[in-house]
């Protein structure tokens, strides 16, 4: 009986947050600091999520995303951001082309240890 309750619960084939730290890596990597980490996994999500659109959805995201920047970002803050996004959104498509879930919910700690614990919630496209 549980294994029927499993198949009904539609889970993802994988662990959809070791699949972000792991599209995630290089980055994490090149910008360690803690700071650096809870963005760059905030990032990741947000292109997980947008690789499961179409090319023209995923431009009109970005152009909403560039609209809604802090003034403080420059042309080259900006620039910089979309290129991770791009870099991430290719990864997800390289690593985990078949899997569709849309990530609703996270929880994210990073310790001082430089620990990483993240928990997602996903919903089947």
Known sequence: ?????????????????DAILRMAEPLIRKY?????????IDLAIFS???S???EVKREEIEKK???QMPDAFDATDIASIIEQTDFLIERKKELYPDI????????????DSGQVSLDVNTIKQ
Not at 32 to 40: A, S
Not at 100 to 111: A, D, K, P, Q, T
Request: no cysteine.
């Open 1 to 17: 009986m549980i294994k029927m309750m499993n198949k009904y619960k539609k889970s993802p084939p994988i662990k959809i947050s």
């Open 32 to 40: 360690p600091k803690r700071e650096r980490i809870v963005v760059i």
């Open 100 to 111: 569709n879930y849309l990530i609703v919910s996270h929880n994210l700690s990073v310790e």
């Open 65 to 67: 995303l560039i609209d």
């Open 52 to 54: 499961l659109t179409t």
């Open 48 to 50: 997980w999520n947008v």
